[in-house]
Nanobody, 119 residues
Framework: QVQLVESGGGLVQPGGSLRLSCVAS????????MGWYRQAPGKQRELVAT??????NYVDSVKGRFTISRDNAKNTVYLEMNSLKPEDTAVYYC??????????????WGQGTQVTVSS
Protein backbone atom coordinates (compact mmCIF):
# COMPACT_ATOMS: atom_id res chain seq x y z
CA GLN A 1 0.00 0.00 0.00
CA VAL A 2 1.50 3.28 -1.13
CA GLN A 3 0.79 6.41 0.88
CA LEU A 4 1.66 10.09 0.62
CA VAL A 5 1.82 12.07 3.85
CA GLU A 6 2.20 15.83 3.87
CA SER A 7 3.42 18.06 6.68
CA GLY A 8 4.48 21.64 7.25
CA GLY A 9 1.29 23.62 6.78
CA GLY A 10 0.11 26.26 9.18
CA LEU A 11 -0.73 29.91 9.75
CA VAL A 12 1.72 32.53 8.53
CA GLN A 13 1.62 36.29 8.08
CA PRO A 14 1.75 37.86 4.62
CA GLY A 15 5.34 37.96 3.42
CA GLY A 16 6.26 34.96 5.52
CA SER A 17 7.56 31.54 4.55
CA LEU A 18 6.59 27.91 4.97
CA ARG A 19 8.11 24.64 3.85
CA LEU A 20 5.87 21.73 2.97
CA SER A 21 7.10 18.14 2.89
CA CYS A 22 5.55 15.02 1.43
CA VAL A 23 6.87 11.54 2.05
CA ALA A 24 5.89 8.57 -0.09
CA SER A 25 5.92 5.25 1.74
CA UNK A 26 5.00 1.65 1.10
CA UNK A 27 6.02 -0.90 -1.50
CA UNK A 28 7.51 1.53 -4.01
CA UNK A 29 9.50 0.46 -7.05
CA UNK A 30 9.86 3.84 -8.71
CA UNK A 31 8.51 7.38 -8.44
CA UNK A 32 8.04 9.48 -11.55
CA UNK A 33 6.43 12.91 -11.43
CA MET A 34 5.90 14.48 -8.00
CA GLY A 35 4.00 17.66 -7.47
CA TRP A 36 1.92 19.98 -5.38
CA TYR A 37 -1.64 21.13 -5.99
CA ARG A 38 -3.85 23.44 -3.95
CA GLN A 39 -7.53 24.07 -3.49
CA ALA A 40 -8.92 27.25 -2.03
CA PRO A 41 -12.49 27.42 -0.67
CA GLY A 42 -14.99 27.58 -3.50
CA LYS A 43 -12.34 27.05 -6.15
CA GLN A 44 -11.12 24.13 -8.23
CA ARG A 45 -7.94 22.31 -7.35
CA GLU A 46 -5.03 23.79 -9.28
CA LEU A 47 -1.52 22.72 -10.10
CA VAL A 48 1.14 24.61 -8.15
CA ALA A 49 4.38 22.91 -9.16
CA THR A 50 5.78 19.63 -10.46
CA UNK A 51 9.21 18.07 -10.62
CA UNK A 52 10.47 15.17 -12.71
CA UNK A 53 13.93 14.23 -13.88
CA UNK A 54 15.24 17.46 -12.43
CA UNK A 55 12.82 19.57 -14.47
CA UNK A 56 10.42 21.82 -12.64
CA ASN A 57 7.19 23.49 -13.64
CA TYR A 58 5.26 26.22 -11.81
CA VAL A 59 1.96 27.97 -12.14
CA ASP A 60 2.59 31.60 -13.05
CA SER A 61 1.21 32.96 -9.78
CA VAL A 62 3.97 31.31 -7.70
CA LYS A 63 6.97 31.71 -10.00
CA GLY A 64 9.84 33.39 -8.21
CA ARG A 65 8.29 32.75 -4.80
CA PHE A 66 7.91 28.96 -4.53
CA THR A 67 10.55 26.30 -5.10
CA ILE A 68 9.86 22.60 -5.52
CA SER A 69 12.57 20.05 -4.87
CA ARG A 70 12.85 16.35 -4.13
CA ASP A 71 15.09 13.91 -2.32
CA ASN A 72 14.86 10.65 -4.23
CA ALA A 73 16.70 8.71 -1.54
CA LYS A 74 13.98 9.69 0.93
CA ASN A 75 11.04 9.50 -1.50
CA THR A 76 10.26 13.04 -0.44
CA VAL A 77 9.16 16.17 -2.27
CA TYR A 78 9.32 19.65 -0.77
CA LEU A 79 7.68 22.98 -1.50
CA GLU A 80 9.50 26.02 -0.19
CA MET A 81 7.06 28.93 -0.14
CA ASN A 82 8.35 32.48 0.31
CA SER A 83 6.72 35.90 0.14
CA LEU A 84 3.40 34.31 0.90
CA LYS A 85 0.23 36.19 0.04
CA PRO A 86 -3.32 35.85 1.37
CA GLU A 87 -4.33 34.42 -2.01
CA ASP A 88 -1.98 31.49 -1.37
CA THR A 89 -4.35 30.33 1.36
CA ALA A 90 -5.56 26.84 0.46
CA VAL A 91 -5.30 23.17 1.25
CA TYR A 92 -2.12 21.94 -0.38
CA TYR A 93 -2.03 18.39 -1.74
CA CYS A 94 0.92 16.26 -2.67
CA UNK A 95 0.62 14.16 -5.82
CA UNK A 96 2.87 11.48 -7.22
CA UNK A 97 3.01 9.04 -10.10
CA UNK A 98 4.33 5.80 -8.63
CA UNK A 99 5.09 2.29 -9.79
CA UNK A 100 4.68 -0.08 -6.86
CA UNK A 101 6.43 -3.35 -6.12
CA UNK A 102 3.87 -5.26 -8.23
CA UNK A 103 4.89 -3.04 -11.18
CA UNK A 104 1.52 -1.33 -11.26
CA UNK A 105 1.76 2.39 -12.02
CA UNK A 106 -0.82 4.64 -10.36
CA UNK A 107 -1.40 8.23 -9.36
CA UNK A 108 -1.58 8.99 -5.64
CA TRP A 109 -2.76 11.91 -3.52
CA GLY A 110 -1.91 12.93 0.01
CA GLN A 111 -4.52 13.94 2.54
CA GLY A 112 -3.75 17.63 2.26
CA THR A 113 -2.27 20.24 4.59
CA GLN A 114 -3.82 23.63 5.32
CA VAL A 115 -1.85 26.77 4.56
CA THR A 116 -3.37 30.01 5.82
CA VAL A 117 -1.80 33.38 5.08
CA SER A 118 -3.31 36.08 7.24
CA SER A 119 -2.35 38.93 9.52
Amino acid sequence: QVQLVESGGGLVQPGGSLRLSCVASGSIFSIYVMGWYRQAPGKQRELVATITGGKTNYVDSVKGRFTISRDNAKNTVYLEMNSLKPEDTAVYYCNADIRDATMRRSNYWGQGTQVTVSS
